[in-house]
């Protein structure tokens, strides 16, 4: 059995649904298409006695997926265009969705793996790093802030890498992404689609991933991690700037200081107390809260000039106002967090 739609392909082979991310020209970035295709069919296979798995992963060799259809959201939020919310709304019912589903979700990720596409990856079962992985949440480097359920799995991870990895936006590969727990196995590229294949057969989904899993080596970040945990432990982001310059790991502290420079310090502002509230959140009411921040956010320019500059006329050089951390306003970002009224995110 098997059905699509333009942007995702759907099927059943034994028991396990199969769902492929189907834009590598795009490099699988999510559409509101792909939403709520998505949304129709994990809903059906929830309750199909036929389905006792499901797997996710993407067509092409690049990327498992880059991201939300960013460009389409500053064309709809330039516009003025409802369906800018509708996605985020649409998109984070979908991650609640993959978070609460009751029967193993796994994600089969090679390539770039960022935003959107860590938001229908990161939150399932089983999370299968193949050896091309390159895990971000870049998102403070366009003028958002990490969403799609970054709120709760980021704090969770050790020693305030997920602050480090929030703030900075760093690419890491499936060594790291595994010691942080982002990803839950880690198997060589060539042999996922093998996995794949016995999946679609084996009775127990943990002792058959087990038989392809291999361990990485060691990651880039495993001899930063003290540094990370003495920096990032920071009152605020000030402060782990502050502890950057005298940290005794030269190198990476300064290369990780420069890096937090060119982020939008609003955006800074946000992804820090919107991960250190967070971590004391249930996952549903981050994905509020993110809601919350999101709607904001589309009403403001950073967002846009962010795009602006990083992918349409991408001359790296967004103008963020204010342009400095010390000029953000307190109360500025208190706007960015509070309740919505009618408008809140409703999650069934």
Same mark, same amino acid.
């Given at each position: 059995m098997s059905g699509s739609v333009d942007e995702a392909l759907f099927a059943q082979r034994g028991r396990a649904g199969?769902?492929?991310?189907?834009?590598?020209?795009?490099?699988?970035?999510?559409?509101?298409?792909?939403?709520?295709?998505?949304?129709?069919?994990?809903?059906?296979?929830?309750?199909?006695?036929?389905?006792?798995?499901?797997?996710?992963?993407?067509?092409?060799?690049?990327?498992?997926?880059?991201?939300?259809?960013?460009?389409?959201? #500053?064309?709809?939020?330039?516009?003025?265009?409802?369906?800018?919310?509708?996605? #985020?709304?649409?998109?984070?019912?979908?991650?609640?969705?993959?978070?609460?589903f009751p029967k193993p979700y796994i994600a089969l990720i090679d390539g770039i793996v960022m935003g959107g596409g860590v938001g229908v990856s990161v939150h399932g079962s089983h999370r299968v790093a193949g050896s091309n992985m390159l895990f971000a949440m870049p998102e403070t480097g366009i003028g958002?802030?990490?969403?799609?359920?970054?709120?709760?799995?980021?704090?969770?991870?050790?020693?305030?890498?997920?602050? #480090?990895?929030?703030?900075?936006?760093?690419?890491?590969?499936?060594a790291d992404a595994l010691a942080l727990g982002i990803a839950?196995?880690?198997?060589?590229?060539?042999?996922?689609?093998?996995?794949?294949?016995?999946?679609?057969?084996?009775?127990?989904?943990?002792?058959?991933?087990?038989?392809?899993?291999?361990?990485?080596?060691?990651?880039?970040?495993?001899?930063?991690?003290?540094?990370?945990?003495?920096?990032?432990?920071?009152?605020?982001?000030?402060?782990?700037?502050?502890?950057?310059?005298?940290d005794p790991d030269r190198p990476f502290a300064e290369k990780t200081a420069t890096t937090i420079a060119t982020k939008s310090p609003t955006s800074l502002a946000i992804t820090y107390r919107q991960l250190r509230e967070g971590a004391g959140l249930s996952f549903e009411d981050c994905m509020r809260l993110e809601f919350r921040i999101v709607n904001r956010v589309l009403q403001h320019q950073e967002f846009f000039e962010g795009v602006r500059a990083i992918i349409i006329d991408k001359d790296n050089a967004p103008r963020w106002n204010p342009a400095r951390l010390e000029d953000v306003d307190p109360a500025d970002i208190d706007a960015y967090f509070a309740d919505l009224g009618d408008a809140e995110l409703v999650l069934t």
């Open positions: 199969i769902i492929t991310l189907n834009r590598p020209k795009a490099l699988n970035a999510v559409t509101l298409g792909i939403v709520r295709a998505m949304q129709r069919q994990l809903d059906a296979w929830a309750n199909d006695v036929g389905i006792d798995r499901v797997i996710i992963k993407a067509a092409g060799e690049r990327a498992f997926s880059a991201g939300g259809d960013v460009r389409q959201l #500053y064309e709809w939020g330039q516009a003025g265009d409802p369906n800018a919310r509708d996605f #985020y709304r649409e998109e984070y019912r979908l991650n609640t969705t993959i978070k609460r958002l802030f990490p969403d799609v359920g970054g709120t709760y799995f980021l704090p969770r991870l050790p020693v305030e890498a997920g602050m #480090y990895l929030g703030l900075t936006g760093a690419r890491i590969g499936p839950t196995h880690a198997v060589p590229s060539e042999r996922l689609g093998a996995l794949e294949e016995a999946l679609t057969s084996a009775g127990d989904v943990d002792a058959c991933i087990a038989n392809f899993a291999a361990r990485p080596g060691e990651g880039k970040l495993a001899g930063h991690m003290e540094a990370i945990g003495r920096c990032f432990a920071g009152t605020d982001v000030a402060d782990i700037l502050a502890r950057l310059a005298g």
